[in-house]
């Protein structure tokens, strides 16, 4: 009587653990560059949302960002160089959010996240 194998060999293991560990790796480098991207996104946005806020000019919109990057700990990200605030029409702001963030993985090998959005804001008065 012949037996088949059944299961994973020792090496069918290691090559699942393998992957396993590298997708691990890789979240735990992406997960933070896209927190603190959706935490900027989060306080250019609150300005359509929170009436408390008074913005009257773009001194007081980049003031706000500013503020906020402070509060949530954003360091890697350089407000002058990420973002781009004009002045559209009466009381509205168009704000360019647009940078890269490269972040090592191995020796020579590294994880670059390019960030490219625009938002429209209407300060609420």
């Known amino acids: 009587m012949r037996y088949s194998q059944k299961g994973m060999s020792f090496f069918g293991w290691l ?8 997708g691990l790796i890789v979240a735990a480098k992406l997960i933070p560059i896209y927190m603190d991207h959706f935490s900027l996104r989060k306080i250019i946005v609150s300005v359509n949302e929170d009436p408390s806020l008074k913005i009257g000019s773009l001194r007081d919109f980049h003031n706000h960002i500013e503020r906020g990057m402070n509060i949530n700990s954003i360091r890697d990200i350089k407000i002058n160089d990420a973002i781009t605030i004009t002045s559209s029409a009466a009381d509205t702001y168009s704000v360019q959010i647009k ?20 938002h429209i804001i209407r300060p609420l008065k």
């Open 99 to 118: 940078y890269e963030i490269r972040s090592p993985l191995l020796n020579t090998v590294d994880l670059l996240v390019h960030f490219d959005e625009t």
């Open 15 to 22: 090559a699942v653990i393998t992957l396993l560990v590298f």
